[in-house]
């Protein structure tokens, strides 16, 4: 951090608040079928397949500079030099769409893994599952049997967390626990962990939080201009795919588009979202909270201000809309500045920062759009210009795959910053 920003730096304590049929629609039929067809080659998914079923076209990250962080190494293979050790990993939810996810990321950064454990309930116990490291037969889930691992991948619900996650890392004979819920993002020691920012923050620590999707992905953006201007005030508007509410919000996307395409209604149906989403923006995720604000608006909020060290009364507003699109957050930001800002070195700092792509060439419309994010390590970043309005600010847009840097990705880059601390180590044998 710069050091003026140090009299808004407080970590020793958060607080945060308390959580407390439309007219029928005109459009060119022909070219909205045309668009849903396309939908389904690019991403390799059919209306009825899991949201993991995306075909995945993943490249290898930009190298950081010298300057950056060596704990973060964005290439498929960095893994390979992380250790001599390797290590026993357990991952529970392993068949949903963010742990098929983390065995994708596992498998193409070679991350250290002596034996994959996947842990399920009593449906899916006795499947197996195809992995780079052979055939795993899915377990049903204990928590002794997820204690014997190194590090344990936590890819379920929130009350799940809360009732095993601290057990299974408890003792210096637990293990290791990243965990993908909310359960503990605003718990009090606990580290909320983006590895680009705040890595350190696992050292000596056995149970780990995952930030909010679109938090992580718009962090991967602000930090490394917040480091070199000094970020006073941010403004986030969010625009979120459907897959972001899991397989039930994909397929009322899909199924809804289809009926109204087919001439079976004029407006789909919805159960899942509060309003029809094909054809419309909604701009509620989550619920109201009494500052008129959602929970996935305030999400944006409390979170970045623990991740980048910030007081809790640092301003940072969000409005979250959810959107027709099939996979990939995006993210359009207002960011404030205690220092003048300058473009020529805002661009350098993205183009340098790992896990960033820089894609702004507006002369060839080349700019940020899930459909270039999806299945991408990489959060690209663009529209990169002085805002208008206020002095001192900089506003872009930011595109990011929430599965992949809001989630799996994330949690796999975690472990490989705990192995390179030396808070991850490989038990020995008894």
Not at 58 to 83: D, E, G, K
Not at 278 to 292: R, S, T, W, Y
Not at 310 to 338: G, K, M, N, Q, Y
């Amino acid at each position: 951090f710069l050091a003026s920003k140090a009299q808004r730096r407080n970590t020793s304590k958060w607080s945060f608040p308390s959580i407390s049929k439309t007219s029928t629609m005109k459009f060119n039929s022909a070219a909205a079928l045309l668009a849903v067809g396309s939908l389904a080659n690019t991403y390799g998914f059919t209306p009825s397949s899991s949201v993991s079923s995306f075909t995945s076209h993943r490249q290898s990250l930009a190298r950081p500079s010298a300057r950056l962080p060596t704990h973060i190494q964005h290439t498929s293979r960095s893994a390979t030099t992380l250790s001599m050790s390797t290590f026993k990993v357990g991952i529970v939810g392993a068949t949903g769409a963010v742990g098929k996810e983390i065995v994708g990321c596992l498998e193409k950064r070679d991350f250290p893994v002596d034996s994959l454990r996947i842990f399920g309930s009593e449906r899916s116990a006795g499947k197996e599952v195809d992995t780079k490291f052979g055939k795993v037969k899915v377990e049903l889930f204990s928590e002794d049997a997820a204690r014997e691992c190194d590090v344990v991948f936590l890819a379920v619900d929130g009350d799940f967390s809360l009732a095993h996650a601290e057990n299974i890392c408890a003792g210096d004979d637990g293990a290791v626990v990243i965990d993908n819920s909310s359960a503990f993002r605003y718990k009090e020691g606990i580290p909320l962990v983006v590895p680009e920012i705040n890595a350190e923050t696992t050292k000596g620590k056995k149970l780990i939080a995952n930030p909010n999707c679109t938090t992580a992905i718009g962090l991967m953006a602000v930090w490394p201009l917040h480091k070199l201007f000094g970020l006073s005030k941010m403004v986030m508007s969010t625009y979120q795919a459907a897959s972001g509410a899991g397989q039930p919000g994909m397929d009322e996307l899909m199924e809804g588009t289809r009926s109204v395409l087919n001439g079976e209604r004029d407006v789909a149906e919805n159960k899942v979202f509060a309003h029809p989403l094909p054809f419309n923006v909604i701009p509620h995720i989550d619920k109201f909270q009494d500052n008129g604000y959602t929970k996935e608006e305030m999400k944006v909020t409390w979170e970045t201000r623990k991740i980048c060290g910030l007081a809790d009364d640092f301003p940072v507003s969000c409005t979250a809309v959810r959107i027709p699109t099939a996979r990939a957050h995006s993210e359009s930001i207002v960011a404030l500045f205690d220092t003048p800002v300058d473009i020529v070195a805002a661009r350098k700092a993205l183009e340098e920062a790992p896990g960033v792509k820089l894609v702004d060439d507006i002369e060839n419309l080349k700019y940020p759009m899930p459909l270039t994010a999806t299945g991408q390590y990489d959060v690209e970043v663009g529209r990169l210009r002085r805002n208008i309005a206020f002095d001192n600010a900089l506003e872009f847009f930011v595109c990011g795959d929430q599965l992949l840097r809001g989630a799996a990705l994330n949690a796999v880059l975690v472990a490989e910053a705990m192995v390179k601390n030396g808070s991850l180590k490989a038990k020995k044998a008894t």
